[in-house]
C-alpha cells in the first residue's frame, strides 16, 4: 500500500503541476502485472528484514517521460536570449572599462594602449582624435555661420519686400477704391436718367428704407437741421448723424462741428476712431463712419468757418474720402473752391491730401522728430505739420504760444501774425459732406 501511495503521490505531485504523467495513478496493486505497464515500479525483496538493520528490498522506478507543455518550447529561445544578453552586458562591461582607460588617457596622456587602433603611439593618437574633433566643431560652426548670414539676408529681403508691398498695396488700394466709387456713382446717376421705371420706383417711400446720408432724408422731404440714423453700408451698423438741411441747400452730413470749447479734442487713435462728443453741440464722428459714408456715394467736402470778428467763410471740395483704419483713414482731398482758401493744399510743403490720420498717441505723420498730433494736441491728416487744423484746442480768444488753436492757413490777416504775438482763433468751425451728384 506504500507503494501504491508513492505512485499516487508522485502522479497527484505531477498533476499538480500541470504536468502530463504517463502513470496512472489509479494503481492499487503493484503486484498486478495487468497494472504494471500502468504504473511500472518493481518491488523486488532478497530476503528477510533484520531486526534493528537494514531491509533487503530493492525499488525499481521506471524511467519517467514527461510531456512538456508547449510554452516549454520557449525556454530554448529564452536560453539564446539571455545567452546573448549575456554577450551585450559584458561587451558593455568592456567597453565601459575601456572608456575609463580612456578617460584616464586624456588626463595623462600616454600611459595605456587600450585605445582607438592607431600606428602611432597613444599619444599620438589621442592628438589625432583631438585634431578630428577641433576640425569638426570648425566645420560645424562655419556652416552655422553660413546659415544665419543667409536667414538674416533672407530676413533683410523679406523687410524691403514687406515695405515696397504695403506701400503698393495701400496705394493700390486707395485708388481702387476712389475709381470704383465714382463709376458705381457715375452708373446710378446713368440708371436713374435713363430708366423710368426705376425712377417711379424712387419715388415710392419703401426705396427708402435705407438711408445712407443725410441727402436721402432730404429727398424724401425732411427739412429740418437736427440729428438721423442713416446706414451708409447695408453689411455695416447704422448710426446717428447731424444732418445740416439749411446750407447751401441742405442734405449735408456733418462729421465734425465746434462751437462753444465744451469737448476736448485732445484725444486717442481709439477716440477719433469711433468718435466723441455731443452730436448737437461740438464732435467728431469718427473715422470708421466717415469712410463708410465716403466709400458709399462719391462726396464733396464742405468747411464753414467764423472767426471772433464774425467774418464767415468757407471752403468747398470737390472730392472727399477716408480710407479705412489699416490705410490710417488716408485723406484725398479734390479741387477747391469757396471764399476761405485752399489751406488744405496751402503749397508744396505744406498740403493735407493724400496725408494719414495721426493722434498724440500714433504717429503716421511726415514730421521726422516728433508727432505733430501730440505737439498741436489734436487728431489730423497731419502733413510736417499743419496749413491747416480744425482739431485743434479751443480758444475763446486770441493766443500767445504754440499755435495748437483752431487754424486755417489762408484765413484774412494770419500771415501777419508776428511769431510770438497773438493768434487769432475760431469761434465755429463745422467740416459736413454730400454726395457730388445731390441735387436740390
Ligand atoms: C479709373 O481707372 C481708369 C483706368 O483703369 C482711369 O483711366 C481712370 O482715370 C480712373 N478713374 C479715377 C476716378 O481714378
Ligand atoms: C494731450 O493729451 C496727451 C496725452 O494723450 C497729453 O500728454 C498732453 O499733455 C495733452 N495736451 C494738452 C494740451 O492737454
Ligand atoms: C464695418 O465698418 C468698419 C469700419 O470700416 C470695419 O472695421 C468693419 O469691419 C465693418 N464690418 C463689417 C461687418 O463689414
Ligand atoms: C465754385 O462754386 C460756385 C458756387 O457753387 C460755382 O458757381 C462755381 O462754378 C464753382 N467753381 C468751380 C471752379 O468749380
Ligand atoms: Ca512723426
Request: hydrophobic letters at 30%; charged letters at 25%.
Amino acid at each position: 500500500m506504500k507503494l501504491a501511495n508513492l505512485c499516487w503521490l508522485s502522479s497527484a505531485v505531477l498533476a499538480a503541476q500541470s504536468f502530463l504523467v504517463v502513470a496512472n495513478s489509479e494503481t492499487e496493486e503493484v503486484r498486478d502485472e495487468a497494472m504494471k505497464d500502468a504504473c511500472p515500479v518493481r518491488l523486488e525483496s532478497r530476503g528477510k528484514c533484520e531486526e534493528g538493520g537494514e531491509c533487503p528490498f530493492q525499488v525499481s522506478l521506471p524511467p519517467l517521460t514527461l510531456q512538456l507543455p508547449k510554452q516549454f518550447g520557449r525556454i530554448e529561445e529564452v536560453f539564446k536570449e539571455v545567452q546573448n544578453l549575456k554577450e551585450i552586458v559584458s561587451n558593455l562591461k568592456k567597453c565601459c572599462h575601456d572608456c575609463k582607460l580612456q578617460a584616464d588617457d586624456n588626463r595623462d596622456p600616454g600611459t595605456n594602449g587600450l585605445l582607438v587602433p592607431s600606428t602611432g603611439t597613444p599619444g599620438e593618437a589621442a592628438d589625432n582624435r583631438v585634431r578630428e574633433l577641433e576640425n569638426e566643431v570648425n566645420k560645424l560652426s562655419s556652416d552655422l555661420k553660413n546659415a544665419k548670414e543667409e536667414i538674416d539676408g533672407l530676413h533683410d529681403r523679406l523687410e524691403k519686400l514687406n515695405l515696397v508691398n504695403m506701400n503698393n498695396i495701400e496705394n493700390y488700394v486707395d485708388s481702387k477704391v476712389a475709381n470704383l466709387t465714382f463709376v458705381v456713382n457715375s452708373l446710378d446717376g446713368k440708371c436713374s436718367s435713363k430708366c423710368p421705371s426705376q425712377e417711379q420706383i424712387q419715388s415710392r417711400p419703401v426705396q427708402h428704407l435705407i438711408y445712407k446720408d443725410c441727402s436721402d432724408y432730404h429727398a424724401i422731404g425732411k427739412r429740418s437741421s437736427e440729428t438721423y440714423r442713416v446706414t451708409p453700408d447695408p453689411k455695416n451698423s447704422s448710426f446717428e448723424v447731424y444732418c445740416d438741411m439749411d446750407t447751401m441747400g441742405g442734405g449735408w452730413t456733418v462729421v465734425q462741428a465746434r462751437l462753444d470749447g465744451s469737448t476736448n479734442f485732445n484725444r486717442t487713435w481709439q477716440e477719433y476712431k469711433v468718435g466723441f462728443g455731443n452730436l448737437r453741440r461740438e464732435f467728431w464722428l469718427g473715422n470708421d463712419k466717415i469712410h463708410l459714408l465716403t466709400k458709399s456715394k462719391e462726396m464733396i467736402l464742405r468747411i464753414d468757418l467764423e472767426d471772433f470778428n464774425g467774418l464767415k467763410l468757407y471752403a468747398l471740395y470737390d472730392q472727399f474720402y477716408v480710407g479705412n483704419e489699416f490705410l490710417k483713414y488716408r485723406v484725398h482731398i479734390g479741387n477747391y473752391n469757396g471764399t476761405a482758401g485752399d489751406a488744405l493744399h496751402f503749397s508744396k510743403h505744406y498740403n493735407h491730401d493724400m496725408k494719414f490720420f495721426t493722434t498724440p498717441d500714433r504717429d503716421n505723420d511726415r514730421y521726422p522728430s516728433g508727432n505733430c498730433g501730440l505737439f498741436y494736441s489734436s487728431g489730423w491728416w497731419f502733413d510736417a505739420c499743419i496749413s491747416a487744423n480744425l482739431n485743434g484746442k479751443y480758444y475763446h480768444q486770441k493766443y500767445r504760444g504754440v499755435r495748437n488753436g483752431i487754424f486755417w492757413g489762408t484765413w484774412p490777416g494770419v500771415n501777419e501774425a508776428h511769431p510770438g504775438g497773438y493768434k487769432s482763433s475760431f469761434k465755429e468751425a463745422k467740416m459736413m459732406i454730400r454726395p457730388k451728384h445731390f441735387k436740390p
